[in-house]
């Protein structure tokens, strides 16, 4: 009897060892992507209503990037975000000064040669804790490749303003804005046109 309920275990253990086999090679499969661009990429974003989120995921998958969310330690309310009422994403915009914490950090930041910075347009910019990000490492000799989303507003001057942030070694590569509507195909059609 305990034969055979050995036998029967080991049964079923076969096809979960194969299925952790394959996903240990789609792993490696997407590290030997990265390797053979001679490109370490980071995906960070910050997103409050999922929008942003949605198109650093599909830049991840499309690249084999890691991905960091930029997590407030404070988080945003609805009504902290309701614009033009004097909430504290007003008060923040309004001040370039303001650095709202982040939760968490970047491990081995220094690993990674292109960072994909996305971030939502508030009042024509990039909310501040993205400058908390960019002030809280040292980014030299890194490729910086923003995007943003918006239901309205370009990527405009959002990202040319937090050049200054960085080092002057950081190479800024022109970013893109994407709609709330925007396809997947969209992302992998910018993505495949920088040349990475």
Same mark, same amino acid.
């Given at each position: 009897m305990k034969r055979f309920v050995a036998l029967l275990f080991s049964a079923c253990m076969i096809p979960m060892l194969v299925a952790c086999g394959s *996903?240990? &090679?789609? %792993? #490696?499969?997407?590290?030997?992507?990265?390797?053979?661009?001679g490109n370490k990429i980071l995906v960070a974003y910050f997103s409050c209503t999922g929008t942003t989120e949605q198109i650093a995921e599909w830049i991840a998958e499309g690249t084999g990037a890691d991905s960091y969310e930029i997590v407030p330690e404070d988080p945003y309310t609805e009504e902290d975000l309701?614009?033009?009422?004097?909430?504290?994403?007003?008060? *923040?915009? &309004?001040? %370039? #000064?303001?650095?709202?914490v982040i939760s968490g950090s970047v491990e081995n930041i220094d690993q990674y040669n292109v960072i994909f910075l996305g971030y939502p347009i508030w009042h024509g910019q990039a909310p501040r804790i993205i400058s908390t990000f960019l002030e809280s490492y040292d980014f030299s000799g890194v490729t910086i490749i923003p995007f943003c989303t918006s239901h309205s507003s370009g990527i405009g001057s959002s990202a040319e303003d937090l050049y200054s942030l960085c080092s002057d070694t950081?190479?800024?590569?022109?970013?893109?804005?994407?709609?709330?509507?925007?396809?997947?195909?969209?992302?992998?059609?910018?993505?495949?046109?920088l040349g990475l």
């Open positions: *996903e240990s &090679a789609e %792993s #490696s499969s997407d590290s030997e992507t990265n390797a053979s661009t309701a614009y033009y009422t004097g909430g504290r994403a007003d008060r *923040e915009q &309004a001040d %370039s #000064s303001a650095r709202p950081v190479t800024w590569m022109d970013g893109q804005r994407f709609s709330g509507d925007s396809s997947e195909n969209e992302v992998v059609e910018w993505i495949n046109g």
